[in-house]
């Protein structure tokens, strides 16, 4: 009877002990960029191990895999895929499937709606009708992108539903603390325009009233006269700083900042730090931080 009630006392007080147990897998996530990784170790926490394709610095436009990444790939249960058309993503993932066919495919896009470039500017045409990949530099989306991956974590680790339930809402509370703090900071420059190196930020750009000017597309390097008008379009503009991604050469930017007089500030569309990495861009727009 004692061992009974004991018995019951354990169902009661531990009714939500869902950490692996001693030997117990954890579940092999695979992800395509960093960013990815940060939001499902957040909802996956102890039950996961994630794997991310494009390591830290290399440039997801071009990057390609290396054997032994493959090899721990063929081991995945789950892949996040951004699944917003990055270029990894169009070249790679049909040969990932095929190493590992039985791999559960989270489409981390799903039920968000892409921006596609203008149709008209040459620039455009070069580019075709692609949609812009950025979707994560949104919180808003972020958080879409979270509910997603929470859903693949349960359909692969249905034993982990609550854990990954409970997570993805205190992540999600997070992120919208986080946008709540963006439109705080940017409430006063609705309207303006901020120039960018790689066009990363037109979905945060979107989400808070403000334009993004990026000086290339597409990752080619620029024309002298690209250069020229981008100098001048600066000039006009009042344009005070230059963003610029470490997986890009600054070269050019720095060649636009010092003509305008303005300073070249380096931000990491890919930075694993999801929540700071955002809040930092918006204080650097803001202006009280260099
Ligand atoms: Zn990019």
Not at 159 to 179: M, V
Not at 265 to 276: G, M, Q, R, T
Request: glycine content about 6%.
């Amino acid at each position: 009877m004692r061992s009974n009630i004991f018995a019951i006392l354990l169902v009661c007080f531990f009714p939500l002990t869902v950490y692996p147990q001693k030997g117990e897998e954890k579940v092999k996530v695979s992800v395509t960029i960093l960013p990815v990784a940060g939001f499902v170790e957040n909802v996956g926490g102890e039950r996961v191990e994630v794997m991310v394709m494009i390591p830290p610095g290399a440039n997801p436009h071009t990057y390609e895999p290396a054997p032994e990444q493959l090899k721990r790939l063929s081991e995945s249960r789950l892949y996040v895929k951004v699944g917003s058309g990055i270029e990894f993503e169009l070249s790679w993932l049909d040969k990932l499937i095929s190493l590992n066919p039985q791999m559960y495919i989270c489409d981390a896009s799903r039920g968000i709606e892409l921006i596609y470039p203008d149709s008209a500017g040459s620039k455009c045409e070069r580019c075709g009708r692609r949609a812009d990949p950025h979707i994560w530099l949104s919180p808003l989306k972020a958080m879409k992108m979270v509910e997603n991956i929470r859903d693949a974590l349960i359909e692969v680790d249905g034993g982990g539903r609550e854990y990954y339930s409970r997570n993805s809402e205190d992540y999600i509370e997070r992120l919208r603390k986080l946008h709540k703090y963006i439109k705080k900071r940017l409430k006063d420059l609705k309207g303006e325009t901020f120039m960018v190196f790689h066009p990363a930020w037109k979905y945060f750009a979107r989400e808070y009233g403000l334009k993004e000017k990026a000086a290339e597309s597409e990752g080619k390097s620029l024309t002298p006269a690209e250069l020229i008008s981008l100098i001048t379009y600066a000039k006009k503009n009042g344009i005070d700083k230059i963003f610029v991604s470490p997986q890009f050469n600054r070269k050019s930017a720095e060649v636009i900042a010092g003509e305008v007089n303005a300073r070249v500030v380096s931000i990491d569309p890919l930075a694993k730090d999801y929540i700071e990495n955002l809040a930092e861009m918006a204080d650097i727009l803001a202006g009280d931080r260099k």
